[in-house]
């Protein structure tokens, strides 16, 4: 459940000509030296001499031809069978038949699975800072997120995947998109809605992540629940030696938990593709050595905001995340360091502002079932474009840089459940917070690997 995933390819080679079994050439050639023997007779014993005169012998009668050996009938057929083989190898391929994508069965059931996370916090003073709609909001239990997926393949063509959360207060389709599974030159096409891949954080799911809560830069510049909206996405696979993925992706830009540094809760419409959220992103991957991993990302998000007509919004980031796992071990060490840090640009009607913050996260996997972790959070403050501090009218008690430690301890009694206690320090918005967390998540069903 929690392990990272395996690589993917763009599709299956052609399956060539059958080759002919070497198994029937090397009968062939056993079966062929028994009957050379068993028809060869064998030679006569040379009789003692005798003293006496031999009488002439009478005439033999001419013996009826014996029948066909059981050897000559296994090799009769299997020269049959080596002619058929042949004549198979040498005519055109014909043409497959539509099934399952990797050559599986077509079900008409799909993968299942339910997840739920729970955690009981104490937060000191009880006035949290918490920027994303599935952090531990209160002191006291918390239901984080329950999600059901479901996902299957439509046809040889499209595959559909859904998440569906539930809370105390309702019911939201996080999402639910088709993916294309063999566009012609390296393409693959999404459409419906979907969390964007801007980054490595933000197309994920809360059971992906190493901490409780999410970094506060995603919640204070896409929203609590990260960048999402309806739209399209192609992404383009290179043929560069090394892996590097070209995505690009047009979605609506309103929202106020998905997309706050532009519409956010303001939904004037779509008069034209300026009113699109746009984001691009480049994904590469390196493997420095069988231990050693290396996957580095930049990402960009551009579109309209809500402070007037034609003034816009701009976030860059860049991700990376650095992977130790020996192989030649049978339970080894995992090591991983990931780090994402974003710059935010908006125009307004007099100003244009700026800030940027990120994050930076240590892994260590000391055992097949237990890990820690620690994180270390940023924001600047919001400044003008002379660069002096600026109110934010999306965040007017942001006045100071803020800063964040979190240290967590996991355990993993099996792949699908999972208990973690942490804690932190939130310093820079009034008041300053300490945390605790003991978190829970249970799992059930048939769930996906996650993305590298």
């Not at 892994?363 to 600026?390: C, H, I, K, V």
Request: proline share 11%; aromatic share 12%; with cysteine.
């Amino acid at each position: 459940m929690f392990n990272l995933p395996k690589p993917f390819g763009l599709g299956a080679a052609r399956r060539g000509p059958r080759p002919l079994p070497c198994v029937r050439f090397t009968l062939l050639v056993g079966l062929g030296s028994r009957l050379a023997f068993a028809q060869s007779p064998p030679a006569p014993a040379t009789p003692p001499p005798s003293t006496e005169a031999s009488p002439t012998p009478a005439p033999e009668a001419t013996p009826p031809p014996a029948p066909a050996s059981a050897a000559e009938a296994d090799l009769a057929s299997i020269e049959a069978a080596l002619a058929q083989d042949t004549a198979a190898a040498s005519a055109p391929p014909a043409t497959p038949t539509p099934s399952a994508p990797n050559g599986a069965p077509p079900s008409m059931n799909p993968d299942i699975s339910l997840i739920a996370d729970f955690a009981l916090a104490a937060f000191s003073p009880n006035q949290p800072h918490q920027t994303g709609d599935h952090d531990p909001q209160q002191s006291g239990f918390n239901l984080q997120a329950l999600e059901l997926s479901l996902g299957a393949s439509v046809d040889p063509y499209l595959r559909f995947d859904t998440h569906i959360a539930f809370s105390l207060e309702g019911v939201e389709v996080e999402e639910a998109y088709a993916t294309t599974l063999n566009l012609p030159g390296r393409l693959q096409a999404r459409f419906g809605q979907f969390l964007t891949r801007f980054g490595r954080l933000n197309p994920s799911h809360p059971h992906a992540w190493e901490f409780a809560d999410q970094p506060f830069v995603l919640g204070r510049y896409f929203g609590g629940e990260g960048n999402r909206g309806l739209g399209l996405e192609l992404s383009y696979l290179t043929p560069l030696p090394w892996y590097v993925e070209l995505v690009a992706s047009a979605t609506n830009a309103d929202g106020e938990g998905t997309a706050r540094s532009f519409y956010g809760a303001d939904n004037p419409g779509v008069q034209g593709p300026s009113d699109l959220l746009y984001v691009g992103a480049v994904k590469q991957f390196f493997e420095l050595s069988p231990d050693w991993s290396l996957f580095w990302g930049l990402s960009g998000a551009f579109g309209p905001n809500a402070s007037g007509d034609d003034h816009r919004s701009e976030i860059y980031g860049t991700d990376l995340y650095l992977k130790f796992r020996p192989i030649t071990e049978q339970s080894p060490p995992v090591v991983s360091l990931q780090t994402e840090w974003l710059y935010r640009r908006r125009q307004l009607e007099t100003n244009t502002l700026h800030d940027y913050g990120g994050y930076a996260q240590l892994m260590y996997r000391f055992a097949q079932r237990w890990s820690g972790a620690g994180r270390f959070e940023y924001g600047s403050l919001t400044r003008d474009q002379n660069g002096d501090p600026a109110p934010d009218p999306l965040d007017p008690e942001w006045t100071k840089n803020r800063r964040r430690w979190s240290l967590a301890l996991t355990h993993y009694p099996t792949e699908f459940s999972r208990f973690r206690l942490q804690g932190g320090r939130d310093i820079g918005l009034e008041p300053s917070v300490w945390s605790v967390f003991l978190a829970a998540e249970v799992a059930i069903g048939a769930h996906g690997a996650h993305s590298f």
